[in-house]
């Protein structure tokens, strides 16, 4: 990978299910090492996009190019499971999917699921319990705990996922995702339902993400704040269509970004969550 | 008394094959939510794979018993999963994502096409074994009764244990067990943390079909003879059994068995033998009124 290779290249996707144009011809890309925002209106198909990336969703027409240090790949090409295992993407959800019965720990151990099958032999060693297979399980644990400590969910590890509070659920779904090492983070929504102040510790986290890990983080998300306060480049969505693409300060100032969320007319029947972000935008 | 212990030793060893051939039910529908029933018939397979390495063995001269059971044992426990594998890979996961309904209709023809398969390869008259192991402890005598163990049921009682332990240990330590304990939560999410869900259903499989064919195995050793028919009833019963124990559930599975198997053997033993099925039906639709998950079964919870 050449330092002007970005990490990963959406080129003319369409997504259109039936009658109905999801996505139109939209194209971007998302620097390695860097925060990406998708951004836009309820329907502009945010998260289309990222289920066409993880292999949810077969593209009607587009590429999608993982620019990986092992190689491309062309992520509407390849068997889901090998999204996560060779390209490294890995996603979290808009409403939450975790293991729900098995504990905290657990959901951390599995994400490293490849890296433990390659150390049991396809399972025979971690059936006779082999020095091999403890040793990779030891290990799988230690990141696991890093995480765990990242994300501040150390007490709570041996607790079932599905009792853990929302915001734990979010953070856990993080720490999952980051488990299975990946080169992109795909994160849906991340502060939905979130309080202010859980809100800025998740900014936290994704900016020691960025630094530390030096990942790629795609990110959809309807929180202003999270958005203009960690983005090092947004890409707005409307109505399936990319309408402005920059960096925070330029989407901003945009005519076209301020009227898919005022609409043309005076601003005056806002709902109050509009009114908010657009403040935050102005 | 000594006739209770009797049937409870009776009632047990029964029980024990049940349940070994419920968890292949219960798995598989844990993790696709498809009643797979053609399991029965990889049951029958089973003892058939049995019954042919049993006899061939004793052309070969091995007379020993010990050595003969052992190689029985890893010969049907290796052959048996082929089938359940194939069935997967051949009928199943064509129509994965299609209709529950055309999943279960597939099963139901698969499970007729297995059983004439092997009526057609080996005839469909009953198949005899001479007992392999015969005699036992006598305890408990009075004038006229003494209670039998024999040395057989203490065999089975003692795989099972054993073959439970291994399971166990399979599902809850390994990463493929843990593989499998996710892709029964989410299907979906569990691709997305790189798990390759083909193959865990596969997996899946081969672990049923394993645990069916030692169920098929203590089912010849057992009563001696064996015919193609045989995983019909079983099969129904063991799905009884899962549904009993709270479908899903894998202790449920093993539980669900040994009260059929008990409920059956104390059935017959003090009323009549000929409806022994009616009973263990009957407690079944009681436990499905009162408690519709089972007696383990987590109830589904949907979250909005």
């Known amino acids: ?282 | 008394m000594e006739y209770f212990t009797q049937q409870l030793i009776n009632g047990l060893t029964l029980g024990a094959i049940y349940g070994m051939i419920a968890i292949g039910y219960t798995m598989v529908y844990g993790i696709i939510g498809m009643i797979n029933f053609a399991h029965g018939e990889i049951f029958m397979i089973g003892a058939f794979i049995s019954i042919i390495a049993f006899l061939l063995l004793g052309t070969l001269g091995v007379t020993w018993v010990p050595l003969a059971l052992l190689i029985v044992l890893l010969v049907a426990m290796v052959l048996t999963p082929i089938y359940g594998w194939a069935l997967e890979r051949v009928a199943y996961r064509p129509l994965r994502g299609s209709p529950r309904l055309a999943a279960l209709i597939t099963a139901i023809g698969m499970s007729i096409f297995l059983q004439n398969y092997v009526q057609l390869l080996q005839g469909a008259r009953v198949k005899p074994l001479q007992p392999v192991i015969s005699g036992g402890f006598e305890f408990m005598r009075t004038e006229n009764f003494s209670v039998v163990l024999s040395y057989l049921q203490i065999l089975i009682i003692v795989l099972t244990v054993i073959l439970m332990a291994v399971f166990t240990l399979l599902i809850n330590r390994t990463s493929m067990g843990r593989a499998q304990r996710a892709c029964e939560q989410d299907l979906g999410m569990a691709s997305l943390v790189g798990v390759n869900v083909d193959r865990t259903i596969s997996f899946t499989f081969v672990v049923g079909a394993t645990l069916a064919s030692f169920a098929g195995l203590v089912f010849l050793l057992n009563y001696g003879v064996i015919d193609f028919y045989i995983g019909f009833l079983a099969g129904i019963k063991a799905f009884t059994a899962a549904v009993l124990g709270g479908i899903g559930s894998l202790p449920g599975a093993m539980l669900g068995g040994i009260l059929i198997g008990l409920i059956e053997a104390f059935w017959s033993a003090y009323f009549t033998v000929e409806y022994k099925d009616v009973a263990a039906y009957s407690i079944l639709v009681l436990v499905l009124i009162f408690r519709p998950t089972g007696l383990l079964g987590k109830p589904d919870i949907e979250k909005v």
């Not at chain 1, 998260?47 to 092992?70: D, E, M």
């Not at chain 1, 006779?128 to 765990?148: F, H, I, T």
């Not at chain 1, 960690?230 to 920059?246: F, P």
């Not at chain 1, 330029?250 to 009227?259: G, T, Y």
Request: negative net charge.
């Open chain 1, 1 to 282: 990978m050449s330092a002007g290779t970005p990490l990963l290249g959406v080129e003319h996707l369409t997504m259109r299910f039936g009658g109905l144009l999801a996505i139109d011809d939209v194209s971007f890309e998302a620097a390695d090492k860097k925060i990406t925002a998708i951004i836009g209106p309820n329907g502009a198909g945010k998260t289309t996009v990222f289920n066409c990336l993880t292999g949810f969703y077969q593209p009607t027409i587009g590429r999608l190019t993982l620019h990986h240090p092992k190689g491309d790949f062309l992520l509407e090409r390849i068997e889901g499971y090998r999204i996560a295992k060779d390209a490294g993407v890995a996603r979290t959800f808009q409403n939450i999917r975790l293991f729900p019965r098995m504990t905290v720990l657990e959901n951390l151990v599995l994400a490293q699921h490849n890296v433990l099958m390659r150390a049991s032999r396809y399972t025979f060693a971690g059936l006779l319990g082999m020095k091999v297979y403890r040793d990779a399980e030891a290990k799988a644990v230690e990141l696991a705990r890093y995480w765990l400590d990242k994300v501040a969910l150390t007490e709570q590890a041996d607790w079932e996922a599905g009792n853990l509070p929302y915001g734990d659920q979010r953070r856990l779904e993080i720490a999952r995702a980051m488990c299975i090492e990946p080169t992109i983070l795909c994160l849906d929504e991340p502060a939905a339902g979130l309080n202010p102040r859980e809100s800025a510790v998740l900014n936290e986290l994704l900016l020691f993400i960025r630094d530390e890990h030096e990942i790629g983080l795609l990110l959809v998300e309807h929180d202003m704040s999270v958005v203009m306060g960690i983005s090092d480049h947004i890409v707005v969505l409307d109505y399936g269509r990319k309408i402005a693409d920059g960096t925070p300060d330029e989407v901003r100032r945009d005519p076209a970004v301020i009227r898919a969320y005022l609409g043309e007319e005076d601003d005056e029947e806002l709902p109050p969550e509009v009114a908010r972000d657009l403040d935050e935008l102005r």
